[in-house]
């Protein structure tokens, strides 16, 4: 049928087609079938919501559609009914544990993009990946496929390094620091992070504390060419977009099958040019791996996948069981990483972390000879150099380069949880802590989250401050401490851990 | 958040909740997040909307949700946010391959027809199944679960027989003659079907040519217990809820896991009461079960879930290697069926396979002695006993019991194929068959469909007709023509099959 565009001002999660009653009838038509919309030279597909507040003659699309096509009010389209999306069947494939073709992961990765597969697919598809799994042949294929029916950039200023953090621990603003310091070095690193899923605070959410981070791919070649690095939020752009679709499936499911995982974070190293890549592995109790030998697993497929997309990767297995620094939350953490920046020293932790990392990017990309890059990576720190590079990017970002540490506006109202006795720290709970934070308000109040004020190993008196809850409001932050009250943040215990009676 | 509901006149094949842009905001709510509406002791999920054309303190309900809630205009209600639903970690532990409790697949049943699981979770739940079965107590826990979260009947006229076929036969009308057969017998026979799905035909479509389908329970024990037989549609029912809801993500992945299937099947004779089932297993090339040994594995399974289930079930093997009768089509098979009970006489595939099924029906319900069923059965069609009760079905279903099968309208735009060559009928294409008459229109337009003139086995000249097509407009007769072109519905060989030249 032919028809009229009539923009609908509402955002449904997916791209609803609404179609009028009798001309649904007509076409046979149902609530939710698949249809597809041709103009010119686009097509769109989307689900049919049947309404009679829709005229016949009209189509109305919801707003969800125009976040990446272009339909005026009016314009006119065919809306025709879409049969089965031929990728189904390799989906069908997986599901019986059959390896798939290049082309038929090709084939679902483009249907995905385009919206044949919904839900219910899509959803089969990573049900399947973790049920059956994928192999190395199969991750490489998809990894390049979700790269490549996204945007790509070419940034003409080689080599271009980056580092990816596994995450899962709580104020880990590590890369606030890496990324000016590799990029002081001469390297080029176009960072691109995510905001916080399920943590506290994203890198993303933490440099929106200073500056923008909504780039266009553009924009992020210029800024890169210019002055070596970028921090931005990848997901403003259109990088391997169909890893921001499966991804809510994964969500609802609270799953993250291993082949997904991969492709999901080297896809975007791909499209973004990235040559160098360091991943950052946490390991420890409360993180997503949680041995060393899953850390190193982990590691060699990515370092195998980096090898079939022409990538040289490294891994790093880094520590884990507890938070890094002392800060949780965009606007504390950014408070702190600026102060490790501008004085060069802070919490040991952080900064060992950062030089660590930094140093193994500077060796990767030729600049520091074999075993000198922590030090090298040290020196930057120390020299102020580091610091200089994070005013250019807040500069390009459009944020304030003068920005002092104690200007960073954050939570102010406060509860300050003190040591219930005398004793040692001997574990403090990643999950709890960030549910804290997140309690209080974090990551969209940016001032929430909490400061940590002790670390696994040290002693305390009983009355010691263990951390204190920021947040904005007084209910959150009521709600934070009821979440505080109700876990075990941190482990106090006395050198004698149990006592036997007489039996 | 309070609000007044506001009742939004669309079908978008899911519970949606418009919620105003800035309230949306405020509550922290996203696009297809899961919410929950309170009103009074109702609670009623639905997926979020976000839209200005909602006003703040208003809540948009598409009219999905009124098909079994009540809500009215400007009721007031509480929207609040809902967790993930408990039913996912029970979904992830059947991904693992682990064996579900029967308290854990009471819950996803539950969780599926409350909507808190939507198309994501149900389309993962049965990709597990399709992977990883179910075993024989999973099956019988789903069974009851999905018939006791919708409607069940109590007919007071027992014992309660019931037939179903497991489908995929092309003209099979063989139950619109079973059900007067058994009824007339004096046994109670209270048959719902469904609609064609992937057929040409349902049970239900056919039985729509001479009467009204769609009954409520109520109906449909006043009728039953008034004349021991109903024929009607189980869709229109509040049967096994939760299978109408997970057939959308069988039907969009073209799976049909065997234990959900039988659960289906199951749930539906358990909800109607029955007491005696027949299970009608088509067996054959081109059916959904192919060989001799699927079918009594399958039979195997269902008889053991009876046993669970408190039901005495038998299952008959029938040969469906080609369509049943000489009619495919709702119109043209409901005269070929009316025929039959009218003269007592017809196809013998059809005649054959009717008494066939009523006999052992007559059996288990103990009005026949052993072995006599069948006989017993043809008497009864013989006598006219059952045309006499097929008319009570229709009188009582709305219908004109005194309609003769000539004047039953079929599809007036006709073509006829004829043989190509002489030889004799090698094989009939039961998936080609069933392609040419849904593409004339069936089950749709009623008169739509083809009449056979042979079968296999049969000689044929070259010139001879091998069937009609018959279609309600000359596009559609167009479009089955193109598709028989296509195909092989029908193949004739000469007795030599191959020549073998000089090598």
Redesign the interface.
Known sequence: MKAKVRI???????Y?V?INEKEAKKA?L???DLVKIEAGKKTVYG???????IKEGEVGV?K?ILQLHSFSEGELVTVLPSG?PES?RY??KK?R?EKLRKVEIETIVKDIVDRKL???????F???L???GLDMDEIAALTIAMAETGDMLDIDRKPIMDVHSIGGVPGNKTNILVVPIVAAAGLTIPKTSSRAITSAAGTADVVEVFAEVSFSLDEIKRIVEKIGACMVWGGALNLAPADDITI??ER????DPTGLMLASIMSKKYAMGSQYVLIDIPTGKGVKVETVDAARALARDFIELGKRLGQYVEGAITYGGQPIGHTVGPALEAREALSALMTGTGPGSLIEKATGLAGVLLEMGGVAPAGMGKKMAREILESGKAYQKMREIIEEQGGNPDIKPEEIPVGDKTYTFTAPTSGYITGIDNRAITGIARAAGAP?DKGAGLELYVKVGEKVKEGDPLFTIHAESEARLDQAIVFARRTEPIRIEGMVLQRIGNI
Not at 118 to 124: G, L, V
Not at 252 to 255: K, M, W
């Open positions: 609908l001002d509402m955002y449904s999660g997916r609803s609404f046979k149902h609530p939710d689900s049919v919501v049947i309404s009679s507040l919801s969800d089965a189904v989906i069908k599901m544990g919904r839900d219910i697919e899509i959803s089969s990573v049900t399947s973790e049920i059956n809510k499936s609802a499911l609270s799953i969209e």
